[in-house]
C-alpha cells in the first residue's frame, strides 16, 4: 500500500510565489516518475510539470519558465515551486506518482488529494 500526501498551496496575489510537496511513504521500490497535474473549475485535468527519475524536467509553455518541479528520491517527495503566479494558475493541484512497489509487479499510478491554489488578481 501506498499513500501520497500533499502540502502547501493557499491564497496569493498575482506575481507570488508558492511551493508544494508531495511524499510517498509505504510499499516503494522506486518511483519511475512524478508529476504535478492541475484541474481549474469545468476544466479538465491538465499537466503542469513531470520529472522523470533521470531528473529531466517538463513543462507546458502556460507555466515554463515560471513553475520549477523538483525531486528528493532519498525522501520520496516531490516539490513544485510556483513564481510569478497568475490568476488562470487558480486550481486544484494534484500530484501523480507512479511507484512500483515489488519487482514483480507492475508500476502503478498514485495520485494525492489535491491541494487549493488561488491567485488574486
Known amino acids: 500500500q501506498v499513500q501520497l500526501v500533499e502540502s502547501g498551496g493557499g491564497l496569493v496575489q498575482a506575481g507570488g510565489s508558492l511551493s508544494l510537496s508531495c511524499a510517498a511513504s509505504?510499499?516503494?521500490?522506486?518511483?519511475?516518475?512524478m508529476a504535478w497535474y492541475r484541474q481549474a473549475p469545468g476544466k479538465q485535468r491538465e499537466l503542469v510539470a513531470a520529472v522523470a527519475s533521470s531528473g529531466t524536467a517538463n513543462y507546458p509553455d502556460s507555466v515554463k519558465g515560471r513553475f520549477i518541479i523538483s525531486r528528493d528520491n532519498a525522501k520520496n517527495t516531490v516539490y513544485l515551486q510556483m513564481n510569478n503566479l497568475k490568476p488562470e494558475d487558480t486550481a486544484v493541484y494534484y500530484c501523480?506518482?507512479?511507484?512500483?512497489?515489488?519487482?514483480?509487479?507492475?508500476?502503478?499510478?498514485?495520485w494525492g488529494q489535491g491541494t487549493q491554489v488561488t491567485v488574486s488578481s
Open positions: 509505504g510499499s516503494i521500490l522506486s518511483i519511475i516518475h
Open positions: 501523480k506518482l507512479v511507484i512500483q512497489s515489488q519487482p514483480s509487479l507492475s508500476p502503478n499510478n498514485y
